[in-house]
């Protein structure tokens, strides 16, 4: 058998036109770059596999409320209830049924380049989404926990169609206008709260940086307004920003 130049191998493999024969004759070319093209694959194709499985996992949730007879299942999470500055972020989001996204999982999870590329095919593909965003001067009024189950519940009201059954990241929210379970990790559970955790990240991740322009010095483009060492040093050294929150005590003792 003529052999292919590896030039074209390495055309043939990315395109995934890799059928068992080829392979089978290929791992008897002794030239050490078809049997690092080879390897490539085969650890390509055992990471597709495991990613589906992972998948599969992250579905029961969904397709055991689809087996209940729910046509629509919301997932909910949040961003950003931890850090010094910034807003709280919270997203649903109704994913269709046959929606496949493989490789999704806890936008902590994920790489930037990565989230940001979910980010935008989960608006494009999802039957409906939405976004609520409470800033630090309403958290500083209400506590952060209010603030967030507030900000949960303006993401719901912009669903449409309503959702027959929402399942929340960890979160027990009452009032709401349908069934609704809270999951421990749930963003690592359920393709929905994934779904919607990478939703609520980027966008607070994007409006940390566009108040990382107004005030630079505090490095919110690096640090999400989390109490880094650098961030706790210039809070000392320069007081607090307008999108600091005051009622959370490292920000408060410093201001006081």
Do not use: W
Request: hydrophobic fraction near 35%; aromatic fraction near 6%.
């Amino acid at each position: 058998m003529e052999h292919k130049s590896i030039a074209i191998l390495k055309q043939l493999f990315q395109e995934d036109e890799i059928n068992e024969d080829l392979l089978v004759d290929l791992k008897n070319d002794e030239r050490k770059g078809v049997q690092a093209l080879i390897k490539s694959y085969e650890n390509k194709k055992l990471k597709e596999k495991a990613q589906e499985n992972n998948y599969l996992e992250m579905s029961r949730y969904e397709q055991r409320n689809y087996a209940n007879g729910c046509k629509y299942v919301a997932g909910m999470d949040e961003a950003g209830r931890g850090p010094l500055a910034g807003p709280v972020v919270a997203a649903a989001v109704i994913l269709p049924r046959d929606f496949k996204l493989l490789g999704l999982n806890d936008s902590k999870q994920l790489n930037e380049t990565t989230r940001n590329r979910f980010f935008t095919i989960i608006k494009e593909q999802a039957i409906s989404y939405g976004i609520s965003i409470i800033n630090s001067q309403k958290i500083d009024q209400i506590n952060i926990y209010e603030a967030t189950k507030l900000a949960m519940r303006n993401a719901i009201s912009q669903l449409d169609p309503a959702p027959n059954h929402i399942l929340i990241d960890a979160v027990n929210l009452g009032g709401l206008p349908c069934t609704s379970e809270a999951i421990i990790k749930g963003d690592s559970k359920s393709i929905s709260i994934a779904a919607a955790s990478i939703l609520a990240k980027v966008t607070r991740d994007n409006l940390m940086r566009e108040i990382h322009s107004e005030y630079p010095i505090y490095n919110f483009a690096s640090n999400m307004g989390y109490g880094t060492k650098h961030h706790m040093e210039t809070l000392l050294e320069h007081g607090a920003s307008p999108y600091h929150r005051r009622s959370y005590a490292p920000v408060r003792n410093i201001v006081n």
